[in-house]
């Protein structure tokens, strides 16, 4: 058999050269082009397989699901496109399609002689290729050549056009291709590039758009349908053209598979009497695909961060190009339990609808892979935004989240020395030493005020000033640090300054921001969840990650996907800021030194878990937030109104707020291991111990 078939191909490439040279020659060229066809043919080396056929560049679909790996979030493609290897492909499929397309594919070389012949008798002298001879082989060199993404548009174009000398340059390539790969290796790559209409390249695309189902499952009469479709898969497919001609091509193929063997009579006639069922399933493109599912803002963040990643290509364009065509696997970290909670707490806050938003996301410490990112808006180019209100980026600066910021500058005083027992007897106003004018300063100093005097007035330490909320001793506190070291303390753990305003602040005037403990800066949702994530990961920042695991078309794995962590902070340092930020959510340090909180309720929604946190307003109530953790998670939320800064959404909002965000907490820790926080050292407790 191996002689036969090294003959049978010698025969063929000798007949073709011969044949193709003199019959294309005698019948379309002048003797000036026959002379020039043969001189190529000669200098060619005609076995000289392209690379691009070797190694097939057709692109292939992006596959993103949630972190069970199986829920399917969205695909990115230029074409719906996925490989399957052959085993995977129902067997009346490949037999289908060998006796729709070319039922002497397993005789041949690469070339059917017959089928030349007779092509090049019946064509005349116009300089086109009115009568086919294509194989199986044939086919694919032109499908392979047409999507090489290599090709410039005029190339691709060539590649199909229907004139001798590119039906001479298939004969070539088919004939080396042949000594190349085994039949089902050819069969298998043609599967998997062919165009079956409907927008689906490739039987594993064309299965599910049609049907419903993966290849393997496919019916005889399916099959069949399919195979008919491929030599006019626009104007025959049964969903985007002409169902009464899909039928027709459905009997022809039917008929050429009993005259292959590959079915019989009775086969045949049982499969064209199936009445036309199709299961037409669209395949999702994209992030505007899943707006149904409020998943929409989490897949915008998961694409902004590919565009930044080296892994996926040099300039962004490549990045662009490779999810589009590279057919990645990407099993993000997405929850959709929790994403379903958050969206629903968030539509607590604000509905739909509503100019105010109440932005959420749900935090990992340890690995910072974003679970969940909420708001009350549409993921939409029309009636919604796609403007990222969660993570930023674009026009999204991000808001002010008040108090928040004081945790900065607590770890900024640990750092330095300061014990959580630090006391200071905090005025209602405190005339600081940084400079400010206007009628709200003092003397040219600015001196902010306590919101609430009576609850917040007197001798104070970082567990009851953070408990307490209180300005005027974060701002003391601040000024006995450095200002410049508390902006240097929320850089360390991810805060963003996208503001021009804030990023100049910090980058020129960062000791004289006095400001910056009571949350003036701009930032996010996500930044504030991940931050507050480094202090419940005692001192471990990881930068937002929104994927598990990422495989390439080939199976392997790409490193983008791992969780990318430093030490920022001593884990005794995260330790203390974590047992002061027990006292806010209404639960007592390890050392029994919390006497109120601003969020008392989140202890009672949690039903006790280990539970910390902080609440801050911005002047005048312009924003309020909450930001909450334990060890297993961190969810911060703003509610602001990202298009109008000037409308206030007013304090009474904040409870509103707490409470979305705890219970959001309470849904996504629903069956996990209670785990508590390890108390700080005394050393970084008490002064003098």
Sequence with gaps: MRRRSLLSKFTTLVLCGLLAGVAVAAAVFPANAIVALAAKSASDAFLDLPSELKTPPPPQTSYVYANDGKTLITTFYDVNRQDVPLSEVATVMQQA?????????????????RSVVRAFVANGRGGTVEQGAST????????????????????????????????????????????????????????????????????????????????????????????GLVQAPDTDSPIDGNKERALERRTYVLDSMVGTGAITAQQAAAAKAEALKLDPTAQPNGCSATAKNGWGFFCDYLRQWWMTQPAFGATPQERERNLQRGGYTVVTSLDPDIQAAAQQQTLKVYGYGNKRAAPMAVVQ????????????????????????????GGDIDGYQAGSTFKLFTMLAALESGRKLDTAFDAPAKFVSDYPASGPESCNGKWCPSNANPSWMDGRRTMWTGFGRSVNTYFVWLEQQVGADKAVEMAQRLGITFRADSDANFAKDNAAGWGSFTLGVAATTPLDLANAYATVAAEGTYCKPLPVVSITDASGAKVAAGNPSCDRVLTEDIARAATDAARCPVGQQSAFGRCDGGTATQVSTILDGRPVAGKTGSSEDASTETFVGFTPQIAVASIAANPDDPQDHVGSAIQQEVINAVARTMAAALEGQPEKDFTPPSTDIAFSGS
């Design 97 to 113: 399609i060998v006796a729709a397309e070319d039922t002497r594919f397993f005789e041949h070389g690469g070339v059917d002689l």
């Design 365 to 392: 410490p340890g690995t910072g892979r974003v679970l969940a990112m909420a708001v009350n808006r549409h993921y939409a180019l029309k009636n919604g935004t796609m403007n990222q209100l969660i993570a930023g």
């Design 136 to 227: 199986l082989t044939m086919q694919y060199v032109r499908n392979v050549l047409k999507t090489d993404p290599d090709l410039t548009e005029k190339e691709r174009q060539e590649a199909t056009q229907d004139t001798a000398t590119r039906k001479l340059q298939e004969m070539r390539y088919a004939v080396a291709l042949e000594r190349e790969l085994s039949k089902d290796e050819i069969l298998s790559r043609y599967l998997n590039i062919a165009y079956f209409g409907a927008g689906a390249y490739g039987i594993a695309a064309a299965s599910m758009r049609y049907f419903g189902k993966v290849p393997a499952k496919l019916t005889l009469a399916e099959a069949a349908l399919l195979a």
